[in-house]
């Protein structure tokens, strides 16, 4: 099993990105799907999660209007739209998965809910 996480680079504050993670080796198409990030010399943070159906999203309040996460089952991936990027959105993201189908869960925000992770991407937002 494997989650290749794509679409990290350096953008100018105010800018866009979207980052990409798909999966394969098992389908995560019952399964919840999130992104977390890790900035130099900081914790592993939550920073969005999306149920298997696509139905429900929720978002770390630092991203919140700012970040939409979506994913398209057909093709096994999940999207990471960020808008307005700030200096303190620098970081490596993670895409991360739910190894539980249909887990309806109190901890999304926790990294240990998680049971498979990509290997990260960089994002660099420069003011």
């Known amino acids: 099993v494997q989650l290749q996480a794509s679409g990290g680079g350096l953008v100018q504050a105010g800018g866009s990105l979207r980052l990409s993670c798909a999966a394969s080796g098992r389908t995560f198409s019952k399964n919840n799907m999130g992104w977390f990030r890790q900035a130099p010399g900081k914790e592993r943070e939550f920073v969005a999660v999306?149920?298997?159906?696509?139905?429900?999203?929720y978002y770390a309040d630092s991203v919140k209007g700012r970040f939409t996460i979506s994913r398209d089952n057909a093709k096994n991936t999940v999207y990471l739209q960020m808008n307005s990027l700030k200096p303190e959105d620098t970081a490596v993201y993670y895409c991360?998965?739910?190894?539980?189908?249909?887990?309806?869960?109190?901890?999304?925000?926790?990294?240990?809910?998680?049971?498979?992770w990509g290997q990260g991407t960089l994002v660099t937002v420069s003011s």
């Open positions: 991360a998965a739910d190894g539980r189908t249909y887990h309806i869960s109190n901890y999304y925000d926790d990294r240990n809910d998680y049971d498979y």
């Open positions: 999306i149920s298997w159906s696509g139905s429900r999203t």
